[in-house]
């Protein structure tokens, strides 16, 4: 594969690796680091499958240099990581912290030293409990409260950044946080998500003004989770459902960025529960962005009735009950290429979870590295038609707090031992680390 994709990916093609603070960090109350919603909703019974949490995760906070190593020694050139809100301002508002802000200092200034590029998240979901106290994501107050945290990091760490991202799929938060009430902060209103939705993205747009006055060197834009819905069979109605199941995860947030507007259908389906706009809201959310993240895992089939089962059709299914797909990926970055004004596009997550197993001090994940495989390829082909491509990060560097999965669902290319926490190169670390050597050599 790499000597026919050599010629696609241009030499300033970003290859990384994808991590979030709450899921490797661990350290969960050191250092003067506030509660975040993600701490306060493990504790709930029956909340996380393995009854898990982050106090210890990966250890990231104390094994950051030998990780950074790790980093560097895969040949890729840069580094997604978020910063954990209540370890840098506990509160969310007010005072600062100064040890956390130094850990991440250490994190761009390693980076910057091992050769690699500094991609940065602010928000990874992993609000402070503080501000949940106060209404969270549903108060609007709170946006407020992210800009002064998206202007404080960049004072301390912007000049050094190659990117930073506002969000990581506020679908995730709003939907799965808000209305089905299974992510943090354990919330079940539709009405309240919708809402949520709204100030996320308006945090976003306010954010984006904010750092631009501020003088922002680093590139801004936002990550969302999208995934291309095909209707499971070709009647009428299950056609009308996975054109609204469009609208609610792929329109709702893409719609407001570039056009300007939430789309009608999916406001008319909200009626009653559409969310409080204000003036001026959807100008500043639709503010210009350097790139836009794509973090793609599978399709979605929809069936009115909801009897579609993953695999059914002789797909494959990874851990997570999701479809092996690549083809949805450039089936996806065509239509955002045809229906938006997009900027370049990266994908800032991409990866599967596998049932491994260490044979001998070994991790032969055949179908992880296969699943890299053909959606790196996937890319190339969109490429091939003309989409702008600025990167490609796989989802995760290494094994670690899965969310409401606990440590059951493994979608590291490097094990980790939890109980050692020792790491291991998985084959698909190997093969990546490979592939990108040989990409050198052209």
């Known amino acids: 594969m790499s000597n026919k994709n050599s010629s696609v990916f241009p030499p300033d093609f970003v290859w990384g690796v994808a991590t979030s603070a709450f899921q490797i960090e661990g350290a969960s109350a050191a250092d003067g680091k506030g509660l975040s919603i993600w701490d306060s909703f493990c504790a709930k019974p029956g909340a996380i499958a393995d009854a898990s949490n982050g106090d210890i995760a990966c250890q990231h906070y104390q094994r950051w240099a030998e990780d950074l190593d790790m980093i560097a020694a895969l ?78 990091i960049n004072a301390r760490l912007g000049d050094r950044l190659a990117s930073i991202a506002t969000h990581n799929e506020p679908w995730v938060v709003a939907t799965l946080g808000h209305e089905a009430g299974i992510f943090a902060p354990g919330i079940k209103s539709r009405k309240t998500a919708a809402q949520v939705s709204h100030h996320l993205l308006l945090s976003h747009g306010l954010a984006l003004r904010a750092l631009r006055e501020q003088g922002v060197s680093a590139k801004l834009g936002i990550v969302l989770n999208l995934a291309p819905m095909h209707p499971a069979t070709d009647t009428a109605a299950d056609r009308a459902q996975a054109s609204l199941e469009d609208g609610r995860l792929l329109r709702w947030y893409l719609d407001p960025l570039f056009k300007g507007a939430y789309p009608s259908d999916v406001l008319a389906d909200l009626g009653d529960d559409a969310p409080k706009i204000e003036a001026g809201d959807m100008q500043l ?30 797909l494959p299914v990874t851990d997570m009950g999701w479809e092996v797909y690549p083809e949805g990926l450039t089936e996806l970055l065509l239509r955002l290429k045809r229906d938006y004004p997009v900027p370049p596009l990266f994908v800032t997550e991409n990866g599967g979870a596998f049932k491994d197993q260490m044979v001998n001090g070994q991790v032969h994940d055949q179908d992880r590295l296969d699943y890299l495989a053909r959606h790196i390829e996937a890319v190339a082909e969109a490429m091939r038609q003309g989409v702008d491509m600025g990167g490609y990060m796989v989802w995760s560097l290494m094994d670690n707090f899965e969310w409401a999965s606990g440590y059951e669902k493994r979608f590291g290319i490097v094990h980790v031992d939890y109980q050692t926490q020792q790491r291991t190169l998985k084959d698909s670390a190997l093969w990546y680390r490979d592939f990108l050597q040989a990409k050198k050599q052209f």
Request: charged letters at 20%; zero cysteines; a neutral charge.
């Open 75 to 152: 040949g890729v050139n840069a580094y997604r990581f978020s910063v954990s809100w209540p370890r840098v301002q506990p509160a969310g508002s007010g005072a600062w912290n100064d040890k956390g802000l130094d850990f991440y200092e250490r994190i761009v200034d390693g980076l910057l030293a091992r050769g690699l590029q500094p991609h940065l998240t602010l928000n990874h979901w992993d609000l402070p409990d503080a501000l949940q106290a106060t209404g969270g994501w549903a108060n609007r107050d709170t946006t407020q409260r992210f800009v002064d945290y998206a202007l404080g």
């Open 285 to 314: 959310i639709a503010a210009p962005m350097d790139f836009l993240g794509v973090n793609y895992y599978s399709h979605s089939v929809v069936s009115a009735d909801k009897s579609y089962k993953a695999g059914s059709t002789g």
